[in-house]
């Protein structure tokens, strides 16, 4: 397998326990191209809410016989350890991280970036930068709150985003010139 620039994480939970991840997706790029695609249903080892359920359509009998996210762990962590991860918004890290510390494990160590923040910048007069407004926008085939649909519709974005601001990966990391610094610029 050729090793992503990139890899873009996005799970589904049972219930407003961000630790209940029932459903996990990745996606990895290499120069653009998708050289990845994981998708698994998890155990959540917790309650189902209708909630939810009325989000994603995951139900308890769908996840009977998975794997739970301690047996994960390891497969995840050599997914995402050690690379440039992508989540649409901080709630993907924070369940995992919240994941991690329910089963005791140690966490997940990658370099994050928001998507939603690489959005509000390469397309700041959009009404707003969810994943679905996003997918419209950029006409991405997209299933919303499927983990694996909504991992690949993320990384689009990210690459999109690269094509229209000419930034690269490592780009991202750095914050935007402030408005003074842009006017100075300018002269």
């Not at 939810?52 to 794997?67: A, C, M």
């Not at 930068?129 to 996003?134: A, D, M, Q, S, V």
């Amino acid at each position: 397998m050729i090793s992503p620039d990139f890899v873009v994480i996005d799970v589904e939970t049972a219930c407003s326990r961000t630790s209940s991840i029932c459903q996990i997706g990745i996606v990895g790029y290499a120069a653009g191209v998708e050289v990845l695609a994981y998708e698994t249903l998890v155990d959540p080892c917790d309650e189902f809410s209708g909630f939810n359920i009325g989000i994603h359509g995951i139900r308890p009998e769908h996840v009977l016989g998975k794997p739970t996210f301690a047996m994960l762990h390891p497969e995840l962590a050599g997914h995402l350890g050690g690379r440039v991860t992508v989540a649409h918004s901080g709630f993907d890290k924070g369940a995992l991280g919240r994941a991690c510390e329910r089963d005791a494990l140690p966490p997940i160590a990658a370099r994050w970036l928001d998507s939603v923040t690489i959005a509000r910048r390469a397309w700041p007069d959009l009404p707003n930068h969810k994943l679905n407004t996003l997918a419209a926008f950029l006409e991405l085939e997209h299933h919303h709150h499927d983990a694996l649909s909504d991992a690949r519709a993320a990384g689009q974005v990210v690459l999109r985003a690269m094509a229209e601001t000419g930034l690269g990966l490592a780009d991202w990391f750095t914050p935007p010139p402030s408005a003074r610094a842009r006017a100075r610029a300018k002269g």
